[in-house]
């Protein structure tokens, strides 16, 4: 009874989603959510600029701002689905608790949601930016799963992307724009060629998009699911709307203001990459060229202190590129001069603000948070902002083989005496600098033993005959995530006393002559003893794991 209270202490050990799993996860979250509120300040923008285009020349841009407004509203509908209808009583769900507790916590530290003003019902749009440190599931997925797939809204999730992004394709095409589709992600089922997409497992079983992307995912990891597809249908919407707004010959209009734009590359950036960001005038010439004057720290240029950094514009535009040598939150303010056409100076000022983490990276041991000796041990890697193709890895410990069949995945084989292995991740980014995202440590453990059987018989009172029909000694693995490992029955030695102690030795797992003889001339109430079993691994490794004690009926 305390070997199986170990074995299953052990088993619930091994599942558990270590931290520096869980705050990958945070991280990537949080960025996720940053790059959606940027972006969505930038579709508001848009909106803007195309509404004053229509106001200045109505004929012209009303059928495309019409289309714009459908996206829009379309857009509005699927976004607050997600938000309201799938985080929001997943989360519920998971954590046991109301909506109304879910907004309400009096704790500002423990709270679950961190901006109550987004969630506010007369937005066009809700957001649900939850601290996934105060989410107590946030390792579990049962209740997330249950929720996903066996109540259905995974499936209907998938049907809605499919109807939103069928929608914004057949909006933007009758705009006059063919073979729009090839430009629209969201894709669910089939490829931009109309080919099936498959989605596998790590035992290459196929698997829906569903049950691919919300089946025993831990809550953390679907909230970031969901997050990165909200991402996703505001990049289709900004788009289609961008298309649309090409469509009108924006070369046409004059603007009475201009202002400053900057667009990043990215909020979200791990140290040692460099920050990236497009500063230009909005709708302004781009033959006219222009300074770019900026200081670091500040949100207020005029606020400054010291001589700014100059750039000079080029085909109407500035890129703005340095280094990020530190971890957090940073802010710069700038202020584009451009010459007016009477030679006075206008100026146009501007600030942003981008985010620094840490080098980090995902790896999740597909079957458990273990590695065993014998075996090709799968584990999956990822890091935010890298491909698959721009990550590189070494194993100390053991060695490596890819995956072939899945993206980012690798099989590693455990050096034969090692009780740890520890997999380094290294990633190159745009620029082809190599950086370093970390280690992760593995405990190496043996393959378990197998159960010893008898056909099912693991011991007492068993029919000479019955013994005799099976005629063979069984290595059954139990309860084994590896399928296809199997321990064979190299030896064992059958014991019995009648009138003095008979021992037979037998090879293999089917019972000798001497074997069945022995058995067969056995007496009711003759005690049988099959000792010093040993098994044989598929790599030959030989191992004793114990004995079956039968007596005859």
């Not at 509203?73 to 109301?98: G, L």
């Not at 790896?363 to 990550?391: H, W």
Request: with cysteine; proline share 3%; aromatic share 10%.
């Amino acid at each position: 009874m305390i070997g199986m209270m170990y074995l299953v202490l052990t088993a619930l050990l091994a599942l558990n989603v270590s931290a520096d799993i869980l705050d990958a996860f945070a991280i990537v979250n949080d960025g996720q959510e940053k790059t959606n509120a940027s972006v969505e300040n930038k579709i508001e923008d848009y909106y803007s600029i195309f509404e004053q285009q229509y106001i200045k020349q109505p004929e012209k841009a009303r059928d495309y701002w019409d289309k714009a407004n459908e996206i829009r509203v379309k857009t509005d509908e699927i976004i607050n689905f997600i938000e309201k209808n799938i985080k929001v009583p997943m989360v519920c769900e998971s954590e046991s608790i109301t909506e109304e507790e879910l907004l309400s916590s009096k704790d500002s530290k423990k709270a679950l949601i961190r901006n109550v003003e987004k969630t506010d019902p007369k937005n066009r749009r809700v957001f649900y930016e939850f601290d996934l440190n105060n989410i107590d599931a946030k390792d579990k997925y049962d209740a997330a799963t249950n929720f996903m797939i066996n109540k259905g809204n995974a499936k209907l999730l998938k049907e809605k992307i499919q109807e939103y992004r069928e929608f914004v394709v057949n909006t933007v095409e009758s705009a006059g724009i063919s073979n729009y589709t090839k430009y629209v992600g969201l894709l669910t089922d089939v490829d931009y060629n109309g080919n099936k997409i498959i989605y596998t497992d790590n035992d290459g079983q196929e698997l829906s998009w569903e049950n691919k992307n919300f089946e025993h995912i831990i809550l953390t990891a679907e909230i970031a699911i969901l997050n990165k597809i909200v991402g996703e249908i505001q990049t289709t919407e900004y788009d289609a709307i961008t298309t649309l707004y090409k469509q009108i010959g924006s070369s046409d209009f004059k603007f009475e203001s201009v202002q400053a734009r900057v667009i990043q590359k990215s909020d979200y950036i791990i140290k040692g990459q460099n920050y990236e960001a497009e500063i230009f005038i909005a709708a302004a010439d781009t033959s006219k060229a222009f300074d770019v004057k900026y200081f670091m720290g500040t949100n207020d240029y005029n606020k400054a202190k010291g001589e700014p950094r100059i750039l000079n514009s080029k085909e109407g535009k500035v890129i703005l590129s340095f280094p990020t040598t530190s971890v957090g939150m940073h802010q710069y303010a700038g202020r584009i001069e451009i010459p007016r056409p009477d030679g006075s100076m206008a100026y146009y000022d501007f600030n942003e603000s981008f985010q620094v983490a840490p080098p980090s990276a995902t790896v999740a041991p597909t079957k458990m948070m273990v590695m065993y000796e014998e075996l090709q041990n799968p584990i999956s890697v990822s890091a935010p902002g890298f491909t698959s193709n721009d990550i590189t890895i070494s194993v100390d410990g053991g060695k490596y083989t890819k995956d072939s069949s899945s993206e980012g995945g690798y099989f590693v084989e455990v050096n034969k005496g090692a009780k740890v292995v520890k997999v380094r991740i290294n990633a190159k980014d745009d620029k082809g600098k190599v950086i370093d995202l970390g280690t992760q440590e593995f405990r190496v453990k043996q393959v378990p033993d197998p159960v010893i059987k008898i056909g099912d018989i693991t011991g007492g009172k068993v029919e000479k005959e019955v013994l005799l029909s099976i005629g063979r000694v069984m290595a059954v693995m139990k309860d084994f995530d590896f399928e296809g490992f199997n321990y064979t029955v190299d030896h064992y030695t059958v014991s019995t006393y009648r009138g003095t102690f008979i021992d037979k030795n037998n090879n293999g797992a089917k019972f000798s002559p001497d074997v069945v003889a022995l058995i067969s001339n056995a007496q009711p109430g003759q005690r049988i003893q099959f000792q010093d079993i040993y098994v044989k691994s598929p790599k030959g490794e030989i191992r004793n794991v114990g004995s079956i004690n039968i007596q005859i009926k």
